[in-house]
């Protein structure tokens, strides 16, 4: 068991340009979730994935932000045309089931200048 | 009013002490509850899970839960500086699969 895995580290774009995280959750877990995280705030939720299928959505996800898991594993989350708004930690996360604790990678911190 | 309320701010106690923590929730029919430790730069880390009213511990952490009063702490006993970092309470919504975080309590522990 290697833990969630998160790639890139670190992010830093211009405003404007498109990015994209990925996130590689427990093997045997099927819950997958993206959250984000500001400075000094706890971690707010973005979206939810079971298995392959994507439950629930945060109204925080506007247009520019889409998530995929196309085979039930890996991760992408994808942010186009970047805000400097958007400059935050983004967190993945995985889960047993529904009422497992999640289990958290260690991020992806995004600038965006 | 914010789902996961921790209204206090930062902590210092001094090593060997008691640090307690509060955190208040608005969802009556929540079920789960979990206390996560992060320290500056890193992620979360899960350091509780409680489920049923009452007292859970382990080691030197012991997590209370009051479902009828909606609210749940978490005790550090003998305090290390180790222990100095921001915990965050998180809630399991019902009806939906989110974990709703409050901001998070920052203790420090002095040596």
């Known amino acids: 068991d290697t833990g969630v895995s998160q790639d890139p580290r670190h992010k830093i774009t211009k405003r404007g340009q498109n990015v994209t995280f990925r996130c590689d959750p427990i093997?045997?877990?099927?819950?997958l979730y993206w959250y984000r995280q500001t400075l000094g705030q706890g971690p707010e939720f973005l979206t939810y994935?079971?298995?392959?299928?994507?439950?629930?959505k945060s109204r925080l996800l506007s247009d520019r932000f889409s998530a995929e898991r196309p085979k039930g594993s890996f991760s992408t989350l994808e942010i186009q045309r970047t805000e400097q708004g958007d400059s935050a930690m983004y967190l993945c996360?995985?889960?047993?089931?529904?009422?497992?604790?999640?289990?958290f990678g260690n991020g992806t911190r995004l600038t965006v200048t | 009013q914010k789902e996961v309320e921790q209204n206090s701010g930062p902590l210092s106690v001094p090593e060997g002490a008691i640090a307690s923590l509060n955190c208040t929730y608005s969802?009556?029919?929540?079920?789960?509850f979990f206390w996560y430790r992060q320290y500056s730069g890193k992620s979360p880390e899960l350091i509780m899970s409680i489920y049923s009213n009452g007292d859970k511990e382990d080691g030197r952490f012991t997590a209370q839960l009051n479902k009828a009063s909606q609210y749940v702490s978490l005790l550090i006993r003998d305090s290390q500086p180790s222990d100095s970092a921001t915990y965050l309470c998180?809630?399991?919504?019902?009806?939906?699969?989110?974990?709703?975080f409050g901001k998070g309590n920052q203790v420090v522990v002095i040596p």
């Open positions: 998180a809630v399991k919504e019902n009806g939906n699969n989110r974990l709703a």
């Open positions: 994935f079971q298995n392959e299928a994507q439950l629930e």
């Open positions: 969802d009556r029919v929540s079920q789960s």
């Open positions: 093997s045997e877990h099927n819950r």
């Open positions: 996360a995985s889960s047993w089931d529904d009422n497992s604790p999640l289990h």
